[in-house]
């Protein structure tokens, strides 16, 4: 994934780097292109309903990029970025990653994946399935015996996986690897590194090919995916057949019904940060499809994926809770996703990444009482409903026709106010009439309350055809 400001990208902190204008200048044409990007279906909408956020509260979630089982990755990383930029690039001969750890012990990997778990906070995790070459999760990794690679992985999926969406960051992150011999390709140049030229002018086969190479990785080891993740400028040059074949890979390894991908963070600016819905077709038949793209809304201010100083938990959120980006995002009502690298998170085992998550999470509970943590899967699945559902008004009832289900679907129903009974939701045979409660603050699926002129309902949206009535 590469992060996007609006007039900024870096891999993730390229800003300091003497690269930074070539990269900036593919940030520029990230942008245009994630803005063109091929929508695909939309269906008839009546006016007077509007779809709100789930539960009418605000998305958050942490999106943690670079992560692995046992190995550092950036580690191994910075000497391959090194040589296929150079002895003139300034940038990596300052990093001193020999002094880097070889290793992001597992004992870190539980007490966060405890602290995510006692405190609700959920989001991404990558598990990056041949992290810089060093081994395949699904074979070995050289420098650590098989009983701890199994340990680790069994680590991921009961700790980890229950609150985290788990993502294949490409193969490696680093050299490109020929997906008919398991190889990298033996040209050591920007051509062939997955973080930067190798997409341009890829095919959707030829995209769809390789994702489905790194997903098979992880399914091996008994990890669930229902997205990716692209590694710097992966990508960039061929935003359309990556969305196309994130769709391919991931229904064809996982067949997950509604894949994602994370490419995109606009750190600053009013550009909106809600998931883009691409690529949907087939919306009536038996075979819905869509992906989609799923965007941060922060730089990563907990340290990079270089150990360089964090910017901090003021960035994210002030210490008065009145301001930071976090604010600026959650009060105009769009998903809150916060991005970090596992590398930064770790710090040398400083933890300093961590501590800055501690303090932002404290801080977000106490200066707001509408959030819900997600995983990008159920952000992702949300969404494509909210856009993708059909909604007819015949007076105080609402026929929908969804081509996903969705828990906790969330409806306006304007003028509705004087009812004669609470909402009941049917689908097929089946009658549910919804609970009042007091307030949008109380709304759970199943539930409703008035406002206003309005009604606000909640509940689990069936797929298929359904009928809300308030009459």
């Known amino acids: 994934m590469n992060t996007i400001g609006l007039d900024s990208i870096d891999r993730r902190e390229f800003v300091r780097t003497a690269t930074r204008a070539l990269v900036g200048a593919g940030a520029l044409n990230a942008v245009a292109h994630g803005l063109a990007q091929d929508g695909g279906e939309r269906p008839g909408r009546a006016p007077g309903v509007s779809v709100l956020n789930p539960r009418h509260r605000v998305p958050v979630g ?70 810089a070459c060093v081994g395949r999760l699904d074979r070995f990794l050289p420098g650590w015996t098989e009983r701890e690679l199994q340990s680790s992985l069994e680590l991921v999926r009961t700790v980890i996986a229950p609150h985290w969406d788990i993502h294949p960051e490409m193969v490696s992150h680093t050299r ?24 341009t002018g890829r095919s959707a086969d030829e995209m769809a090919d390789y994702l489905a190479y790194a997903l098979r990785i992880l399914k091996n080891v008994g990890l669930n995916c229902e997205g990716v993740t692209t590694p710097g400028g992966f990508g960039t040059g061929a935003r359309p057949q990556l969305a196309r074949g994130t769709l391919e890979a991931v229904r064809s390894v996982f067949g997950a019904e509604i894949p994602h991908y994370f490419r995109d963070a606009f750190e600053r600016g009013s550009q909106s940060v809600a998931p883009r819905v691409e ?18 809304c922060t730089g990563d201010w907990t340290g990079g994926w270089d150990n360089t100083p964090p910017g901090g938990a003021d960035k994210f959120i002030t210490p008065d809770l009145q301001s930071g980006r976090l604010v600026e995002v959650i009060q105009r009502g769009e998903p809150a996703l916060l991005l970090a690298h596992w590398t930064g998170v770790y710090w040398n085992g400083l933890e300093l990444g961590f501590k800055i998550f501690q303090e932002v999470v404290r801080r977000l509970h106490a200066r707001f009482d509408n959030l819900v943590w997600m995983k990008l899967a159920e952000i992702a699945r949300y969404w494509a409903a909210k856009e993708l559902t059909t909604i007819e008004r015949d007076g105080n009832a609402v026929r929908l ?31 549910q009439e919804l609970e009042e409660v007091a307030g949008a603050r109380e709304l759970v699926a199943g539930t409703w309350c008035p406002e206003a002129n309005a009604v606000l309902a909640c509940f689990d949206l069936p797929k298929g055809a359904s009928h809300l009535s308030l009459s």
């Open 279 to 296: 690529c949907a077709a087939g919306l009536s038949g038996p075979d819905p499809q869509c992906v989609v793209s799923i965007v941060a």
């Open 401 to 431: 026709q969804a081509p996903f289900g969705c828990p906790a679907f969330t409806v306006r129903m304007e003028g509705a106010r004087g009812a004669s009974r609470p909402p009941r939701l049917q689908a097929g045979n089946r009658l």
């Open 62 to 131: 942490i999106i943690i990029d670079d992560s692995t089982c046992l190995v550092n990755l950036n580690r191994f990383a910075v000497p391959q970025f090194a040589a296929v930029w150079g002895a003139e690039n300034e940038y990596y001969q300052k990093l001193a990653w020999r002094d880097w750890p070889v290793e992001i012990p597992d004992a870190f990997v539980r007490k966060f994946g405890e602290w995510a778990a006692e405190n609700g906070v959920k989001g991404k995790y990558s598990v990056v399935p041949y992290p």
């Open 176 to 199: 490109v690897i020929d997906t008919k011999t398991g190889q990298p390709y033996p040209e050591c140049s920007l051509k062939f590194m997955e973080n930067w030229d190798w997409t």
